[in-house]
């Protein structure tokens, strides 16, 4: 029997101020329950060097995708150093949003459902496949986005957030890698709007598109690349003096 069970996208402490512990408990019992499932899933599908294609099919049977994109995104966040994953998944993973949930004394109560019992490329390779299986199955995509973690999306990109593409896919799209973009909105089924830089304006989907904010330093710099009023006025008197100068210099150089 399929485990659906809301994904609570909230820490113990916001669910412990606002009574909503039983919510917590549950989504983060069945986190547990689904990383366990993937691991056993690639311990049964793994044969003669290779990850055989039931294996993603078999937690799809057990859990919703929403779910188990969430415990793939926590892990690869969780192993953002580990050289076995590839940059593709670890660019994605950022794209997930995944609460924040330490204690008092700082412990991440998140570590409890890394996929950990698993070689990190074997779990690497697990997540690539089910992000295949989701780009081909449109219900799956349909599936991956509840409420929760549309509202989540929003409360992660506000209007006006900076972001960076870094890879759409769709080999037709009209804004390449590296382009910057300001966010307008977060749409019922978690696609981002953006206003893209280069004047084009295009969603981002996430779990298949990746993408992040801007850093602070790169927004500094942004603000320091942007004329204030003053430097404006500056520049502009600065140019009528160098206009009001030139006859004067031109008789000068006539002596």
Known sequence: MKDTTPIYFHSATYAHEHGELDQYRASHKANIACKEAIEQAIADNYRDNRLGPACVQQVLQQFDPGRIFYVLANTVRQKEHDGRISRDNKAWAQTIPVCEDKDGFGYDRNVSFVVDRSHPGLMDLFLTQARDIAKEDFKM?????????????????????????????????PVPAGTRGTVKYVDDIGQIGVAWDNGRSLSLIPGMDTYRKLTQQELTQEQGEKPSIHDSLGKHAGQQAAHSDKPKMKKEQTR
């Open 141 to 173: 995509n349909q599936e991956f986005m509840s409420r929760n973690q549309v509202e989540f999306i929003r409360q992660t990109y506000p209007p006006d957030t900076r972001i960076l593409l870094q890879h759409m896919d769709d080999p037709y799209a």
